[in-house]
């Protein structure tokens, strides 16, 4: 699947399974102490490169798995080249930095 949407293994984190207690609802929604199952929880995470596939891969997870999404507060967005061009931008502004400075500091003869 991850592969059919461009995205490397070296893209996806998975956390270890957590299992979970399932209890009956009374009819005032209330927790019973009865246990009616099981719930299998497993939290990733998954570097999409191309946007255009996220609506994909979450139909693709849903289809397959039955995958229930309830925590979306992680995504971010962000630019795959951001550390090159952050070191490309600081690196260009101690070059102005130090020209500005060298202009100033000049002593006429």
Known sequence: MLAKLKISKDDTIADDFR???EFEESEG?????KVIGYVVK???QVKVREVKNIP???????AT?????SNYESIKEGYS???EVDKQLWE?????SRAE???HLRIPE
């Open 19 to 21: 299992t979970e207690e």
């Open 101 to 103: 400075a060298e202009g």
């Open 81 to 83: 080249k951001e550390k």
């Open 65 to 69: 798995v039955n995958a229930e999404f």
């Open 29 to 33: 929604g209330r927790k019973t102490q």
């Open 92 to 96: 260009d502004a101690v070059a102005n």
């Open 56 to 62: 994909k891969l979450v139909d693709d997870l849903i």
């Open 42 to 44: 497993r939290s990733f």
